[in-house]
């Protein structure tokens, strides 16, 4: 009661106060207000700004209550509608404490500075050196949530987690789904099996509160996943530890994450060439807003837009191609010079299908571990089902390749679209490999139906492999999941995969992919002292660019690729570690 008067005491403030943009009246009233601290931010400092980052300002935590805040934000001076920057700052200073401090350092409790065993092939004397200064990079992103949010989580967007928390780093300082995956398979080639097996119940316990992983651990992630992990991360860890207890703890979350991704809003009903009928998935937010964490950008570029359901539109794909992962790319665009017509939730990924698949089978597996032989069953005929709807619809035989597929409204009819050859998208990336991925996981799955030489070819010839690894696309649209930008999890997946191939052409391709990342990571390491998130793939030691902010440090993903890559091959002592 108490705080559903301070709401509504809140939303009047507000309301009265600020004149709030229609827009930005998301229904959490400390987010509402952040968004008005945000733009105040943007015109204090001035339109070119170049150190200004919106995500600052939702992340900031309350010192005091929210009404007070607000008044205070209030009666600041104005000069035509602006804060003096100067008022503006001490504003911050004396009502917020600083972006992140309510994630406190927590050193992870197996952290070893040599773990037993550690990267044993790794024998080159330089690359085990540096990658024990990886490894080492654990402590810093290692972080617990302060009681403060369990005692007063009005006063942050950041959301409570169980256990210890390893961020991605940088302006990320959140937990975040998908990159989870691969901080897990960093940290299991750290031997930290009790943190990875905390980061997996932290987002157990984002499903049991929200039905599903959120994108990161904030409230302005609510409304959003991101690709569909977690059963993987639980399979890595198990095939480690054998932890039955693990598996049986987690499979009640798994499959209610299964029931969010084919559920009204993410499953579409296709049906084929031969009038059979299929169900797929498709990214799509339950948001209509600016997102929080970047509303100045996406309300500056609505302005192109003339209505207001455009402009809803097109906050609703935005979100949606953030639930991708893929944040932003020419996968997503009608027009690939133009950001205003993404249209995310009108394609089905083939990536997406490829990780809901893998979780249909790892719920099996994991279900027949635990002696639950219905459910592993059932879940083996629900993954049948999507297979065979990615090998007749996403399934492209003359390119050898998997590829995305348009849905056009007017193929649609009471609901289900008829399947249109032209319809696929055959522009080329990384994402049309991924299924590749299963090789290393379920290789049946993938070698009984289809020619593993013909996709081998077809993404050897596919322009994508470049000397410092695999491009994102072979579009350099200044977005950055696109060229020339390789991203840690891409390189992963398809490494993975080809690695598991059965041609020994394959193998290797695999290994000299996976020397030339490295070496490129080593390289940029070397001349900025830091991990990148993303690298670009034309030039040794450089890393990515484009998109919404300034390239991030840390590197959660990076890291643990690294990790991952070296313990998968090795590094013989007289192999060069400089490009
Ligand atoms: C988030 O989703 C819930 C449930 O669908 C909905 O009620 C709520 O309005 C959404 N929030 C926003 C800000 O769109
Ligand atoms: C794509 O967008 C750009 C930039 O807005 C525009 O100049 C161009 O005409 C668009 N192309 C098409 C085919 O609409
Ligand atoms: C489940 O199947 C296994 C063999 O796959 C069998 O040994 C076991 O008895 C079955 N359990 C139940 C409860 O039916």
Known sequence: MALLRSSLLTFFVLSVFLSLPVSMATDDPLLSFLQCVQSAALRSMGPTATDFDPKLYVDLPLKTDLPATISAFNSLPRQSGTIPISDFNYFLKQFFDEAGSDLVYAKPVDFEPEPEGFLVKVENEVMRGWALEVHAIWKSLSRRVSDAVKTRPERHTLLYLPGTVIVPGSRFREVYYWDSYWVIRGLLASKMYDTAKAVVFNLVSLIETHGHVLNGARTYYTNRSQPPLLSSMVMEIYMRTGDVELVKGVLPALLKEHS???????????????????????????????????????????????????????????????????DFSSRWMRNSSDLTTTATTSIIPVDLNTFIFKLEQDISTFAKIIGDNSTSQKFIEVSKSRKAAIRSLLWNPNLGQWVDYWLDKHDAYQGVYSWNPDSQNSKTFASNFVPLWLLAHYPDQLTEEYDEELIINSLKKSGLIREYGIATSLSDTGQQWDFPNGWAPLQHMIIEGLASAHSKEARQLAESIAINWIKTNFAAYKKTGAIHEKCNVESCGEFGGGGEYKPQTGFGWTNGVILALLEEFGWPRDRNITC
């Open 260 to 326: 969010f991704w084919v559920s009204d809003i993410h499953q579409v009903t296709i049906q084929d060439q031969e009038g059979r009928k299929h169900c797929l998935s498709r990214y799509q937010a339950r948001w209509y807003q600016p997102r929080p964490e970047s509303a100045t950008i996406d309300e500056e570029l609505s302005l192109k837009l003339s209505t207001p359901s455009e402009k809803d539109a097109f906050y609703h794909e935005i979100a949606s191609a953030a639930e991708s992962g893929w």
